[in-house]
């Protein structure tokens, strides 16, 4: 086997000896770049290195000096510059075997960024210096290229985390209180009319009074950030014109995107969170701690790949190559102490120095996943469920994966919530009008005790959401039969073709007034589903005022008016915004609609009565073959209060409500419940403009429709 090792070239100015000529050994802790207030500790870790050089350059990006670390200490490689000051731009070259048949792709000729980086300087610019091997030899990535990278790579920068966060407000919404929702922060703001030009796309617009004074009017709790993590455009995306608008390829799990932010330090997202706190919203990172930006063994060598390839990287047998769960050409490997660390450390200074209030892990099974699979005690869930920082966060699972025995969906530990695809899909089909859909969907409406009910979990384990950034908004899921991604420039085989979609007679645009006001009742119907079910509810951004996206359900590249959140549209969706308003001012309202425990349906012994009551359209109690039978679509959810499921009595939690559901093809004639003699039913909300009124004990509810009435004293 040929083991390359081979010296870097020595750029123009970079033999100047400023710094090095005060460089003291410092400390191998903590790892990166850190400002003490009398100089900066730099710190790296890399196992199979040979030796480590740190780059220093000037703000035009000319590297100025090279410096030999001076001291290796339990693998970490460190030095400390009395001289250097918040701002200095740096990185890494890292010098060992380039042996990619053992794993080993060191190449010092290569400009690598610092994996603990508190701010990156800077986007990449594609370039064939950018890979550690040559481009076009006839060896693939066996060959080895001498060329300078340092030209085409972003820089790491030197911060002063100081920050006055004066009389700073933590939300703290408790989990049965929660309402998440998601959004991204450049496409947020891009259109919006009140946020400055100048702030549009950035964490300062998401910031500005008016956005937050919007997000707090639709009474969601929680703001859901896509990726917020820098991260890099791919070339094959550039080269048609196209961006990594999601954000799912990530480079730095330290460091906000740059283009993100408005001002040059990283106080602005700092100041994004305060303003958000302040407003009583929480907010939640989108993160990506399952694969970089570096690729497969074709990919470039930015970071990772050239610090300690073979350590932080999970390798196939051959160890040339990389095991892929991802589907993006790399996993990290968690199950390494170091990597973990890395992780766990990242998560901490989001929590502590950033302030943010929880995460969201993408394709989660495989932070899960040892050398035998998927196992709920294994060292990274083991690690979050007793640090004492994230003990007191929000950890939601996305909980699956192209790797073997990927779908874990209800098998995380206790403390973790997870998105809930089940609650999706079923919710899509029964509003669709799919047979046999009736007895799946009231499990989701009760908060899928099927999937959560175990070791102590709650309801609001279970994240229930209709839309989320990746598939159709709501909009296309009540417009489209079929996805049209042809503006993605992959003909239109990208994306899922499973959507349990209909677009009630005309695809995409229409001005047929029966089909939108059906739409529009659809969009209603699932929204209440949403908002009105067991389980901690998540709203996609926009899908309040109908936001489309012309049918693309996979626009990760769409940077553009396709995702961008069109608010001057908006202002024509204003009763629907308000419909949103009213769900979550009802979910707030009544307790009953957010049980700290799951309904069983069983007798409460003090009380006499049932949690949960199902019931047919004739005010029967539903048998087992009619929970079977494959066209009924109507039901009646009776959940009365004076259930306690703890025996502890709650401040309004004895209500009693009634939910009407009605997916059939026509209209159904409800007959309702007794109440006791000064008791009558009163409507709360419906998905029909005009409210059925109650009638002798009978209710007629319109084709797919919903309404949801509460039990309230006979006035006079």
């Given amino acids: 086997m040929n083991v390359i090792t081979k010296p870097s070239r020595q750029r123009h100015g970079a033999e100047t000896t400023a710094h090095s000529a005060s460089l003291r050994e410092g400390l191998p802790f903590p790892l990166g770049a850190t400002w003490d207030g009398l100089g900066v500790n ?17 703000e035009e990006g000319n590297e100025t000096e090279r410096i030999r670390l001076p001291e290796y200490t339990d693998e970490i490689w460190h030095g400390y510059l009395p001289d250097a000051r918040p701002g200095q731009l740096y990185g890494y070259r890292v010098h060992g075997p380039y042996e990619p048949e053992a794993g ?14 508190k701010q990156i300087i800077g986007e990449l610019t594609w370039h064939d210096a950018l890979f550690g091997y040559t481009i076009g030899h ?10 300078d990278s340092a030209p085409y790579m972003p820089k790491s920068r030197v911060i002063d985390p100081a920050f006055t966060w004066g009389r700073h407000y933590w939300p703290g919404v408790p989990w049965d209180t929660t309402i998440v929702y998601e959004t991204h922060v450049r496409g947020y703001t891009m259109l919006h009319p009140h946020v400055p030009e100048e702030l549009r796309g950035t964490f300062a617009g998401l910031a500005h009074q008016p956005v937050v004074d919007y997000i707090r009017s639709l009474g969601v709790t929680s703001v859901e950030l896509m990726p917020i993590h820098a991260f890099v455009d791919d070339k094959q995306l550039l080269s048609v014109g196209l961006r990594n608008y999601w954000g799912y390829n990530t480079i730095g799990f330290f460091a906000p995107h740059p283009r993100y932010m408005a001002a040059s330090t990283v106080a602005e997202f700092k100041e994004m969170v305060a303003h958000l706190h302040d407003a009583g919203l929480e907010v939640i990172l989108d993160v990506v701690y399952n694969h970089t930006a570096e690729g497969n063994h074709l990919g470039p060598t930015l970071s990772l790949r050239g610090i300690d390839n073979a350590t932080y990287y999970r390798l196939a047998d051959d160890r040339r190559h990389y095991v892929n769960d991802t589907g993006t050409g790399n996993t990290l490997d968690l199950s ?20 943010v209030d929880g995460f969201r892990f993408d394709l989660a099974t495989i932070l899960g996943r040892e050398l035998h699979g998927f196992d709920q005690g294994g060292g990274f869930l083991d690690a979050c469920r007793q640090d004492p920082v994230l003990g007191r966060v929000k950890l939601i699972a996305e909980p699956w994966d192209i790797g073997p025995g990927g779908y874990q969906a209800g098998k995380f530990s206790p403390g973790w919530a ?23 969907f009231a499990t989701r409406l009760t908060g899928s005790a099927d999937l959560f009910d175990q070791r102590g979990r709650r309801p609001n384990a279970s994240i229930n959401f209709v839309t989320a950034h990746d598939g159709f908004t709501l909009n296309d899921l009540v417009s489209y039969n079929t996805k049209h991604n042809e503006a993605n420039r992959e ?3 990208d994306g899922t073709d499973n959507n349990l979609s209909w677009n009630h007679g005309e695809e995409g645009f229409t001005d047929n007034p029966d089909i939108l006001a059906l739409r529009q009742r659809q969009m209603r119907n699932m929204l209440a589903t949403l908002l009105l079910s067991q389980g901690t509810p998540m709203l996609l951004a926009g899908d309040e005022f109908a936001r489309t996206q012309g ?5 990760y590249c769409q940077d553009n008016n396709v995702t961008w959140l069109d608010w001057l549209a908006a202002s024509e969706q204003r009763a629907l915004t308000d419909f949103v308003r009213r769900l979550t001012r009802l979910r707030r309202d009544y307790p009953l609609l957010r049980r700290s425990r799951f309904l069983r349906g069983l007798v409460d012994e003090e009380s006499g009565v049932r949690d949960v009551t199902w019931l047919t359209h004739d005010g029967r109690e539903f048998t087992e073959e009619q929970w079977h039978n494959p066209n009924e679509r109507s039901l009646a959810m009776l959940l009365d209060g004076r259930a306690k499921p703890t025996g502890l009595k709650r401040p309004g939690a004895d209500t009693t409500l009634l939910l009407l559901i009605n997916g059939q093809f026509e209209d159904v ?11 009558e039913w009163r409507l709360l909300v419906s998905t029909v403009h005009q409210a059925s009124n109650v009638s002798e004990g009978h209710v007629s509810l319109m084709a797919r429709s919903l309404a949801l009435y509460r039990a309230r004293p006979v006035k006079g």
Wanted: charged share 25%; hydrophobic share 40%; with cysteine.
């Fill in 491 to 493: 003909n239109n085989r």
């Fill in 669 to 679: 004639d409800f007959v309702l419940p007794q109440v006791s003699g000064k008791m």
């Fill in 138 to 147: 006839p060896d693939c990535d066996l060959s080895f290229d001498e060329r």
């Fill in 418 to 440: 997870e998105w809930n695809d089940r609650f999706r899909d079923a919710t899509r089909a029964f509003w669709r009008g799919d047979e046999g859909a009736l007895a799946d």
């Fill in 104 to 117: 080993h792709r060191f190449n010092p000729n290569k400009l690598l960024l610092d994996p603990y980086a």
């Fill in 336 to 355: 390494h102490p170091r990597v973990l660390q890395m992780v766990m450390d990242s998560l901490r200074y989001w929590a502590t120095e950033m302030r």
């Fill in 551 to 555: 049918g693309n359900n996979n626009a």
């Fill in 42 to 58: 730099f710190a790296l870790f890399s196992a199979h290195a040979t030796m480590v050089e740190l780059c220093l350059f000037d």
